[in-house]
């Protein structure tokens, strides 16, 4: 019989070999999800022997991991701001990029807002965070598919944010009822399709496509974002974008014509340029 620290290493080793990033921590917390078992929880049972029905648990997962299956789609969840959000192939899995996109939303806003809306929102895991961090305000959340807006409505009963955040069917304006918001914010699709042919076998082959690329080198989505917003917020409302690195030039174009009185670029933690902030001038 083997145990559970050999089991780890065969799990390393054959990670490794499959040319997985991390494969020890891969290992680690496949085994312990299969196994239910917390991380420090498995290091405690290094030396206990694994059963036949424990291994059956396990190899399904290690196979799945090999192929270069998103480890967060196999356990079926991952942190955002310390929220546990439920993720499968209907939605992309968060990254930290966005959660340094709410971290800056949150920062640049001088008074708590009492109303935020945030376009194509996935599983859920912008409009949760900001609902979790506002407990005064109105979340407004949208997505054009479907399968994507049951998914978050189930991260808002899975969080306990259902009673604080209402979910729409719309395409990004279009099907949303008249309202202003003193936030507006976004991660909308900004790949091109071929920079989709550079990103990893993994986030390629199985995190959704409609999610990641959009037309017009990957702006197609942004002018249409930025052309319907102005009407949806508030005097002196923010507006925040996450975005791709060669897209502020134009994204900044669209901005000034849409009638938007300041806006900057910012970078993420890597010194990309990630985000965009606008705000919309305040009327006299």
Same mark, same amino acid.
């Given at each position: 019989?083997?145990?559970?620290? +050999?089991?780890?290493?065969?799990?390393?080793?054959?990670?490794?070999?499959?040319?997985?990033?991390?494969?020890?921590?891969?290992?680690?917390?496949? #085994?312990?999800?299969?196994?239910?078992?917390?991380?420090?929880?498995?290091?405690?049972?290094?030396?206990?022997?694994?059963?036949?029905?424990?291994?059956?648990?396990?190899?399904?997962?290690?196979?799945?991991?090999?192929?270069?299956?998103?480890?967060?789609?196999? #356990?079926?969840?991952?942190?955002?701001?310390?929220?546990?959000?439920?993720?499968?192939?209907?939605?992309?899995?968060?990254?930290?990029?966005?959660?340094?996109?709410?971290?800056?939303?949150?920062?640049?806003?001088?008074?708590?807002?009492?109303? #935020?809306?945030?376009?194509?929102?996935?599983?859920?895991?912008? !409009?949760?965070?900001?609902?979790?961090?506002?407990?005064?305000?109105?979340?407004?959340?949208?997505?054009?598919?479907?399968?994507?807006?049951?998914?978050?409505?189930?991260?808002?009963?899975?969080?306990?944010?259902?009673?604080?955040?209402?979910?729409?069917?719309?395409?990004?304006?279009?099907?949303?009822?008249?309202?202003?918001?003193?936030?507006?914010?976004?991660?909308?699709?900004?790949?091109?399709?071929?920079?989709?042919?550079?990103?990893?076998?993994? #986030?390629?082959?199985?995190?959704?496509?409609?999610?990641?690329?959009?037309?017009?080198?990957?702006?197609?989505?942004?002018?249409?974002?930025?052309?319907?917003?102005?009407?949806?917020?508030?005097?002196?409302?923010?507006?925040?974008? +996450?975005?791709?690195?060669?897209?502020?030039?134009?994204?900044?174009?669209?901005?000034?014509?849409?009638?938007?009185?300041?806006?900057?670029?910012?970078?993420?933690? !890597?010194?990309?340029?990630?985000?965009?902030?606008?705000?919309?001038?305040?009327?006299?």
């Amino acid at each position: 019989m083997l145990t559970v620290l +050999e089991i780890l290493k065969k799990t390393t080793e054959f990670f490794a070999g499959k040319g997985i990033g991390s494969p020890r921590l891969n290992a680690e917390l496949l #085994v312990g999800h299969a196994l239910g078992l917390k991380r420090m929880q498995l290091y405690l049972q290094f030396e206990r022997p694994l059963e036949e029905r424990e291994l059956e648990l396990i190899r399904p997962l290690v196979r799945r991991r090999g192929r270069h299956e998103p480890l967060q789609y196999i #356990v079926g969840e991952t942190d955002f701001r310390g929220l546990s959000i439920k993720v499968d192939p209907r939605v992309l899995i968060p990254r930290p990029e966005t959660e340094q996109l709410v971290e800056l939303a949150i920062q640049s806003l001088a008074t708590p807002p009492s109303a #935020v809306l945030d376009l194509g929102t996935g599983s859920g895991a912008i !409009a949760l965070a900001l609902a979790q961090h506002f407990p005064s305000a109105r979340v407004t959340a949208t997505d054009r598919d479907s399968s994507a807006l049951a998914l978050a409505r189930e991260n808002a009963v899975r969080t306990g944010l259902d009673n604080r955040i209402s979910f729409t069917e719309a395409n990004w304006f279009e099907g949303l009822a008249p309202a202003t918001f003193d936030l507006i914010i976004s991660n909308p699709p900004y790949l091109s399709a071929d920079e989709l042919k550079l990103i990893p076998e993994e #986030v390629r082959a199985f995190e959704p496509g409609h999610a990641l690329v959009a037309a017009d080198n990957g702006l197609a989505d942004f002018v249409r974002i930025i052309a319907a917003a102005p009407p949806f917020l508030a005097n002196d409302g923010l507006f925040v974008l +996450e975005t791709g690195e060669e897209q502020h030039e134009r994204i900044f174009a669209e901005l000034r014509a849409a009638g938007f009185a300041s806006m900057e670029g910012r970078q993420d933690l !890597a010194g990309r340029s990630r985000f965009v902030v606008a705000r919309r001038e305040s009327k006299s």
